[in-house]
C-alpha cells in the first residue's frame, strides 16, 4: 500500500492553524544549506537540487527488481526550510529583517529504507545525467527535532510573524520557552501555483520546559 504523508502522518504534517505541543523523532533527510533573499531566483535552483535526487531515489527504487527492505511505495514528502539569519545580522539586529541576512537549510525526507549508501549511488548519477555544481552540496544526513511548538500559518510568507506572535504567547502560557530565533518551515503549497493569501505552511519552532522553582 502507498504512503502518503497527507494521510498517515498528520500531526507532523497537518497541524491545525492553532499551535499545540509535538515531539518530533529523528527523521533523515537530504539536505543542502545556503544563504540570501530566497525571492532571488538562485533559490530556485537549491530547491531544484533536492527535488531531482528525492525524485531519482523514488523511481529508481519503484522499478527495481530487488526492493530494500521495509520497501513501500510513497508520494515524495514536501519541501521543508530551517531558517536562522547571519552572524553579523544578529549582531546588529534592529527588529527589522533584511532577506538578504538569511541563511537557510533546506530539506526534504526520505524514508527509512533508504540508506546513505543508495543515497550515494543515486547522487552519483545524478551528477552524470543532470550535472549541478549545487549537487556538491547535498547531504544525506538523520535529524531529530524534539520538543516544538508547531501551528499552520495560511497566508503569505510575510504574515508569518503574526503567527509566530501566537505560537510565543502560547508557549508562555503552557510555561515553555523558544529555544532561539531558529525556525522550522514546511510548505504544504506550490507558491509558483497559489496565490499568497492561500499558502499553507507548517511553522514550527523548538521550545524546553520552563524551569520552576521546587517548594
Not at 537557510?104 to 529504507?113: N, S, V, W
Not at 497566508?155 to 510555561?175: N, R, T, V
Request: aromatic fraction near 12%.
Amino acid at each position: 500500500m502507498k504512503h502518503e504523508w497527507r494521510k498517515k502522518e498528520k500531526d507532523v504534517y497537518l497541524p491545525k492553524n492553532k499551535p499545540a505541543i509535538i515531539d518530533v523523532p529523528s527523521y533523515q533527510f537530504i539536505t543542502i544549506k545556503g544563504a540570501g533573499n530566497p525571492n532571488d531566483d538562485f533559490f530556485a535552483e537549491y530547491i531544484q537540487v533536492l527535488y531531482t535526487l528525492s525524485y531519482a531515489i523514488k523511481m529508481t527504487l519503484k522499478n527495481a527488481a530487488s526492493k530494500p527492505e521495509g520497501y513501500a511505495d510513497y508520494t515524495v514528502y514536501p519541501l521543508e526550510g530551517v531558517w536562522d539569519i547571519n552572524e553579523a545580522a544578529k549582531q546588529n539586529y534592529t527588529g527589522t529583517l533584511n532577506k538578504n541576512d538569511l541563511v537557510f537549510r533546506l530539506m526534504i525526507r526520505q524514508p527509512d529504507f533508504v540508506t546513505k549508501q543508495f543515497y550515494n549511488e543515486m547522487l552519483a548519477l545524478t551528477k552524470q545525467k543532470k550535472p549541478n555544481e549545487l549537487l556538491d552540496k547535498a547531504r544525506f544526513r538523520k535529524i531529530k527535532e524534539g520538543l516544538c511548538i508547531q501551528m499552520l500559518h495560511i497566508g503569505s510568507y510575510d504574515d508569518e510573524p503574526a503567527s509566530f506572535k501566537i505560537m510565543e504567547a502560547f508557549a508562555e502560557e503552557q510555561h515553555y520557552r523558544k529555544e532561539s530565533k531558529i525556525h522550522h518551515e514546511i510548505y504544504l503549497s506550490d507558491f509558483r501555483r497559489v496565490p499568497p493569501e492561500k499558502l499553507k505552511t507548517v511553522l514550527r519552532f523548538n521550545a524546553s520546559p520552563k524551569q520552576t522553582n521546587a517548594r
